[in-house]
């Protein structure tokens, strides 16, 4: 039998065996392969339809008796397989314009069937009589008529489709995206996220592998014992898929720096100035944080709306009038003893957590958590041992002065 192989370049499984080991196989295998592969010309083999996952195609390819041949080729830069795909993308979208240009004119042929009947009432409204050959025969062409015709509107629907899918074509080709900064920003932020989630990986694959070389017997979540060859070839994985997203984490930063990084930062954005949004256009500032900024929508139908993005997303400055932020005192509404809570959803109905207060400050108070029985809280009958520090806060959507229970508001109790 043939074997499998890991192609570095495309990241794709390809089982190679020849026509002969096909034709032997079982309908069932055959369909079982269809339908996770894709036969390619160009690799003389079946490529799996995976990119990422490939637990699928590994277990077919182990179920048909296949070797693993292990790996070949050299894994591609972030650079180069966006240019291929770029590439692809251009031949993609000649292809659809020109599917576009011939379906365009086979309808144009298609329709222009009817053009010697314009205005020619008789022909569209003469009534068939049973039984007369030359009226049967004529409502024969008629019907032939119609049908092009509606074969020629199909043929401008499909028009229209090809443009389509020829004008994403080309929006992937020309890489408008990598000169967007939020689009570079989000981009970046995912890659750290997931070289952390990766070393994450690799820590405690590491800490697995210490406690299997102490003699300690490690179970898998099927109850297998996992081996140190296991886990070597686990570590081994992740330490390459780690190396091709910090190189993807270099491109996208190589990116931001070509478009001169970002322009806007909690220095040059200040509470009260009227900013233009990549996707929302006017937009007023209401705070400015390291990070990010909340801003409220001026114009269009979504005017009012209340969004937090990161300063990547401010396209340009339109009305620099800072407003100097009142440092009014807040005051701590709470005494010790009142009892505080978090009534989810429909007002005070249900209680789904109670708070006791067990000591205040001027900036904030300590609570915690008492017992509810038939949705009465229980003052002093405490369910959590240890207690919580809160922090008065007022709310920036509306009038409310107090603590909260994470997202939660918590008010204080009525009986």
Avoid at 247 to 260: R, S
Avoid at 393 to 400: A, G, I, L, R
Wanted: positive net charge; charged residues 30%; proline residues 2%.
């Amino acid at each position: 039998m043939g074997k499998y192989i890991l192609n570095q370049e495309t990241q794709k499984f390809e089982l190679h065996f020849d026509k002969a080991e096909y034709m032997a196989l079982s309908e069932s295998q055959k369909k079982e392969i269809k339908s996770n592969f894709l036969w390619s010309r160009t690799a003389g083999a079946w490529v799996s339809r995976s990119i990422h996952h490939h637990y699928r195609a590994v277990q077919i390819a182990e179920k048909l008796g296949l070797e693993n041949g292990g790996k070949e080729g050299q894994r591609l830069s972030y650079a180069e397989e966006l240019e291929r795909k770029q590439e692809r993308a251009e031949a993609r979208a000649e292809r659809f314009e020109t599917y576009s240009e011939n379906a365009e004119k086979r309808g144009k042929v298609m329709t222009s069937a009817l053009d010697p009947y314009r205005g020619d009432i008789a022909f569209f409204t003469q009534p068939i009589i049973a039984g007369h050959s030359g009226s049967q025969a004529f409502a024969r062409q008629r019907e032939r008529l119609y049908a092009r015709v509606h074969k020629g509107f199909e043929e401008y629907r499909k028009s229209e489709y090809f443009a389509d899918r020829a004008a994403t074509a080309r929006a992937t080709a020309d890489a408008s995206q990598l000169k967007k900064p939020i689009y570079l920003h989000n981009r970046i932020k995912e890659q750290n996220a997931l070289i952390k989630k990766l070393e994450g990986y690799i820590a405690d694959y590491e800490n697995t592998l210490y406690k299997i070389e102490q003699g300690e017997a490690v179970k898998n979540y099927k109850g297998e014992i996992l081996t140190t060859e296991r886990i070597e070839k686990a570590i081994e994985n992740c330490i390459e898929k780690m190396e091709y997203e910090i190189d993807k984490l270099a491109f996208f930063q190589n990116c931001m720096d070509e478009i001169g990084g970002n322009k806007f930062g909690r220095e040059n954005i200040k509470v009260g100035y009227v900013v233009k949004i990549a996707r929302w256009g006017r937009c007023l500032i209401l705070t400015a944080g390291p990070v990010n900024v909340t801003y409220k929508i001026l114009d269009g139908g979504a005017s009012g709306g209340i969004l937090t993005d990161p300063y990547a997303a401010i396209v340009e400055i339109l009305e620099a009038n800072e407003i100097k932020k009142e440092t009014s005192k807040v005051e701590n509404p709470y005494q010790v003893g009142d009892i505080l809570c978090n009534y989810g959803v429909g007002g005070n109905k249900y209680i789904r957590r109670a708070y006791q207060v067990i000591k205040t400050t001027d900036t904030g108070v300590k609570l915690q958590r008492i017992k509810v029985e038939n949705n009465e809280p229980i003052p002093g009958q405490f369910i959590e041992d240890k207690a919580v520090q809160r922090k008065i806060t007022k709310s920036k959507w509306n009038d409310f002065v107090g603590v909260y229970d994470g997202d939660w508001q918590l008010h204080k109790y009525t009986a």
